[in-house]
């Protein structure tokens, strides 16, 4: 009898799933939005829980699927997504309607038990706006120009130990330009944002460099806790799935914690970003910077904003910094590279560019020198376009209203993606999209597109904080590479860079080898302090 009862319960609570199962699998047909057929039968999108699709192929099919209907609707892990084409719609969610679309869509399991999730990236509602006030002044460009020496220091530990192996390989040496740009970046950005020298670029085995390729390595483990922190809220609760691995979380909470306490004990007061969470752990605001002429350095601390960051909340923004600012800055600065050594015409221009810049600095590598260079600029950009970082951004609907200049209504808590990387190789408005055209960048041909088919760093008030900073990184970069190296690519590599399907964000699949030359024979041999006092 017993077991009649139990079978029976099971029965009823299994109908009970599958019609809700069912009903939420029914969400866009219900709704007449269109989408591929969906049944929780199929699991939705079982490639990319394995890790053989990435989440940014799925946006890139859907678009091409879809491409004429102004949104398509799919589902992960239950969840129905939203996926916005129309670049109209796409402006009005991020920038006119912002206010109801503020949301990233991320879910975590809570400060204690996963405390670096609680930065900008993820948070969202009241929590994310505060503390996007509480960060803006830490970039504006007052406090760019401040760090812009860090910056550039790095670049000339890079050329310094490029000289060694070209002096080592006898006149050329040949990398692989992700991983060296990912340690280049490693060192700016620990110098720039806790004051600590680490020579990433010499000495790869510096465990800041190991924290952070272990925090962003291509893997199936990272590509699910991202997909559940984005799409699987309810999986991610019951599992208690950490946004990043303990030793991540270790790693960054203690350097971070240890960093604070020195600076405190010896009354430390250096200009980097550290300072300046320091400032809103102990005050609740950064002091704004008078010479700045950015709306958001003369902000006042709004009332009731007055919350001070905690220790761990400061370790949380660190990380985020640490991994946007390395990951997004290496993949541009290397696919730049790759690109121009395949293409010896535009690689010329640029060195004509940066000769005549430098040139016109007394020879020194200068913020305002970096900022002079339009060509370079729009290499970089078109770099953005074909290898976005983030090729697609996400926003969660704060309430229960209609997409913007259509009929839908989508209830609160829903998620819309605006794939980005999809919107890049549109051929509508990027003709022969697959050819790397820095000329699609001058202000006429700009003029001729929506803006929103062209979004590396999102839009609106949620658009990348730090981005002024990305490209300062990069730029400086590559000035000081091209300023002294010619580089070259081997006969054989592919037309179209493949893209890692286990990454979130947009890494190649091949090495990008690059072959660094002297342009001048003293390059080779040029000594750091000699490069230094020339600036
Ligand atoms: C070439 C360089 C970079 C690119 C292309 C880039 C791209 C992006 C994109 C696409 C977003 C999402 C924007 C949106 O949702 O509308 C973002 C957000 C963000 N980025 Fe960057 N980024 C770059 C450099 C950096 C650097 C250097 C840092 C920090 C040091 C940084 C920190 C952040 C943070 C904290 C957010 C979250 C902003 C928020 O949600 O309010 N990024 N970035």
């Not at 706006?129 to 002044?137: D, G, Q, S, T």
């Not at 330009?177 to 510096?206: C, H, W, Y």
Request: one cysteine or more; glycine letters at 6%.
């Amino acid at each position: 009898m017993f077991a009649v009862i139990l079978a029976a319960v099971a029965a009823v609570l299994a109908a009970a799933a599958y019609l809700f199962l069912q009903r939420r699998y029914s969400t866009w047909k219900r709704k007449g939005v269109p989408g591929p057929p969906a049944s929780f039968l199929s699991l939705s999108v079982p490639k990319v829980w394995l890790g053989q699709e990435s989440m940014g192929d799925v946006t890139d099919r859907i678009y091409q699927e879809y491409r004429d209907c102004p949104v398509a609707g799919t589902y992960m892990f239950g969840n129905p997504l939203l996926h916005l084409h129309d670049p109209e719609i796409i402006k009005q969610v991020l920038i006119k309607e912002f206010q109801d679309f503020s949301g990233r869509g991320v879910s975590t399991i809570g400060k204690d038990a996963d405390p670096l999730a609680s930065h900008l990236f993820f948070l969202g509602g009241t929590a994310w706006k505060n503390l996007r006030v509480k960060l803006a002044p830490t970039f504006t460009s007052g406090k760019i120009k401040y760090m812009f020496e860090t910056i550039r220091q790095s670049s000339y530990q890079l050329s310094d130990y490029l000289d060694e192996r070209i002096a080592a390989g006898g006149g050329a040496h040949c990398e692989d330009a992700r991983p060296l740009m990912m340690r280049l970046f490693v060192d700016t950005i620990s110098s720039v944002a806790f004051g600590i020298e680490s020579n990433v670029v010499k000495n790869p085995q510096s465990e800041f460099y190991t924290a952070a390729k272990k925090a962003v390595e291509p893997s199936v483990s990272n590509a699910l806790r991202s997909l559940l922190a984005m799409f699987g809220r309810e999986i991610q609760q019951v599992f208690q799935v950490r946004s990043t691995n303990r030793e991540t979380t270790k790693f960054f909470t203690e350097v971070v914690r240890e960093s604070i306490e020195y600076r405190e004990n010896k009354k430390i007061d250096r200009p980097d970003m550290l300072n300046l969470l320091i400032q809103l752990k102990n005050r609740g605001f950064v002091d704004a910077d008078k010479a700045d002429k950015d709306s958001t350095a003369t902000r006042q601390e709004p009332a009731g904003n007055s919350i001070k960051l905690t220790t761990n909340d400061i370790a949380a923004q660190v990380f985020v910094f640490f991994i946007a600012g390395f990951e997004s800055s290496s993949g541009s600065t290397s696919f730049t590279l790759y690109e121009l050594a395949k293409q010896p015409k535009l690689l010329e221009r640029v060195h004509q560019e940066v000769d005549q810049v430098l040139a016109d600095h007394d020879g020194k590598i200068t913020y305002e020198a970096i900022m002079s260079m339009p060509y370079l600029e729009m290499c970089i950009n078109e770099t953005l376009r074909m290898y976005a970082p983030l090729p697609f951004i996400s926003r969660e609907a704060m309430v229960t209203r209609k997409v913007p200049l259509t009929e839908l209504t989508v209830e609160k808590g829903t998620r819309l993606l605006i794939p980005v990387r999809a919107l890049h190789y549109d051929p509508v408005y990027w003709p022969d999209p697959y050819k790397y055209d820095p000329e699609r960048h001058t202000p006429d041909k700009k003029a001729t597109r929506p803006t929103a088919a062209y979004l590396p760093f999102g839009d609106g008030p949620r658009i990348c904080i730090a981005g002024r900073l990305g490209m300062v990184q990069v730029k400086t970069a590559l000035v000081r590479l091209l300023s002294k190296y010619t580089v070259s690519v081997g006969d054989n590599e592919p037309d179209k860079v493949p893209i890692n399907p286990r990454s979130f964000a947009t890494t190649p699949d091949i090495p990008l080898n690059v072959t660094f030359r002297p342009r001048r024979p003293a390059d080779g041999i040029q000594k750091r302090h000699q490069s230094v006092a020339s600036g």
